[in-house]
């Protein structure tokens, strides 16, 4: 049997890996570093979110399955490129958070390409320096 979410999330995946985040990492959008977990280098991801006070919000797509998502459980310690300034930050992810709820207060686009690529969502906070 074809587990749905699973080819969702590999077609998803492959598409940002191989599109969406080499033209990101061009342009002056909101970009993601984390540590690699396995190789130590920094990795590069073109997130949606929005900064309140000094913290970033944003909700992962895939949650636990995404790659960020597994550098930042290895190594909480983080950047964001916001306006084509670096920021570092200690991020935390929180499962209680409603993220669909969280995806309201969030820009408007971002938070519908979430909600329909998306097969399990996590909110982030990262509390920026």
Known sequence: M????????????????????????????????TIGRKTGRPRHTAVGGRVIGDQFWMVSEHGDRSHYVLNIRANPAVRVRINGHWRSGTAHLLPDDDPVARLKELPTLNSAVVRAAGTDLLTLRIDLD
């Open 2 to 33: 074809i587990d749905l979410r699973d080819l969702k999330r590999r077609i998803v995946h492959g598409t940002q890996r191989r599109l969406v985040n080499p033209i990101g990492r061009r342009l002056p959008v909101t970009m993601l570093e």
